[in-house]
C-alpha cells in the first residue's frame, strides 16, 4: 500500500478580505443580510451565517455610498469619481439597470 499525496485547487477568497472600507456605507437589506461598500465593490453578508453571499464589482474607483429604495427593489451605488450604478433586484438576482455620471 503507497503513500498518496491530496493537493488541494487554490481558489481565491476575495480582495484580501476586506470587509468595508474606512468612508464607505451600510446599509440593511432585510433582518439577516446586509450591504457594505468595500473598496470599488459592494459586498453582501448573512449575519447570521457570517459569510459572504453576494459581491457587485465595481468600476476602478471606490464606492463610497450606497441606498436602497423603500421597497428593497433598487439600490443606488455611488463612486468617488461621480458615477451612480442603479440595480434593480429581480427573483433570480440582481440586475445593472442603469449607469450615469453626477456631476
Known sequence: ??????YLK???????????????????VNDTVCAVTACENVSFYNLRKTEKVNEFPGSENNATALKFSDDHQWLAV?????????????????????????R
Request: include cysteine.
Open 1 to 6: 500500500m503507497g503513500l498518496t499525496k491530496q
Open 10 to 28: 487554490y481558489v481565491p477568497s476575495g480582495t484580501c478580505n476586506i470587509v468595508g472600507s474606512s468612508y464607505g456605507t451600510i446599509a440593511a
Open 78 to 102: 455611488g463612486y468617488s469619481d461621480g458615477y451612480v450604478r442603479l440595480f434593480h433586484q429581480k427573483s433570480d438576482g440582481w440586475l445593472l439597470f442603469w449607469y450615469l455620471l453626477i
